[in-house]
T-cell receptor
Framework: NAGVTQTPKFQVLKTGQSMTLQCAQD?????MYWYRQDPGMGLRLIYYSASEGTTDKGEVPNGYNVSRLNKREFSLRLESAAPSQTSVYFC??????????????FGQGTRLTVV | KQEVTQIPAALSVPEGENLVLNCSFTDSAIYNLQWFRQDPGKGLTSLLL?????REQTSGRLNASLDKSSGRSTLYIAASQPGDSATYLCAVRAAGNKLTFGGGTRVLVKP
């Protein structure tokens, strides 16, 4: 059982380039999330999707867009990367927005560097 | 706005000692609280989930308590081992469905 799978694991971008981070879960969860983790700032919510077909802004949405492609997949797009977006990005999923029975599960992260 | 605090930020103990990790939150109207473990350069692994109606959860050497009214949770790890060295994060889920994280406690268990 793979859980939450993120690709790529590492990426280096030049300022102004665009890219999409992919996330897929195989637990039949309804809700999915994107977080970023920065030293001294902890984990902050970028966007979330309560269920297939819906997306909402989190704490730090500026500079990002998301797509809930289907129940399994939730992608995060950086249209014009900036050095301030250098971070570790985590995708997570849960049965429901309230967490359900087992709470949230996280992927292994994407380490993004913008130069 | 929900704020989650974990003190201390770092903790070093000799092997065999019990670990006590603290988490406090400002808004007691939560759905649940979840403890995670994060190894360097890795993702978050869920350890325990406590629903708002529960007082504690146990899994092996791990026990987590929840006192919603005082806004506190404690994670106990019995008989610590070097393999328990990691960063431990607590997160609360409240209205708005945001999982708000504490800053984490970095634990080192010395052989």
């Amino acid at each position: 059982n793979a859980g939450v799978t993120q690709t790529p694991k590492f990426q280096v971008l030049k300022t102004g380039q665009s890219m999409t981070l992919q996330c897929a879960q195989d637990m039949n969860h309804n809700s999915m999330y994107w977080y970023r983790q920065d030293p001294g700032m902890g984990l902050r919510l970028i966007y979330y999707s309560a269920s297939e077909g819906t997306t909402d802004k989190g704490e730090v949405p500026n500079g990002y867009n998301v797509s809930r492609l289907n129940k399994r997949e939730f992608s995060l797009r950086l249209e014009s990367a900036a050095p301030s977006q250098t971070s570790v990005y985590f995708c997570a999923s849960s049965e429901w927005l309230t967490g359900g029975v087992n709470g949230a599960f996280f992927g292994q992260g994407t380490r993004l560097t913008v130069v | 706005k929900q704020e989650v605090t974990q003190i201390p930020a770092a903790l070093s103990v000799p092997e065999g000692e019990n670990l006590v990790l603290n988490c406090s939150f400002t808004d007691s109207a939560i759905y649940n609280l979840q403890w995670f473990r994060q190894d360097p350069g890795k993702g978050l692994t869920s350890l325990l989930l406590i629903q708002s109606s529960q007082r504690e959860q146990t899994s092996g050497r791990l026990n987590a308590s929840l006192d919603k009214s005082s806004g506190r949770s404690t994670l106990y790890i019995a008989a610590s081992q070097p393999g328990d060295s990691a960063t431990y994060l607590c997160a609360v889920r409240a209205a708005g469905n945001k999982l708000t994280f504490g800053g984490g406690t970095r634990v080192l268990v010395k052989p």
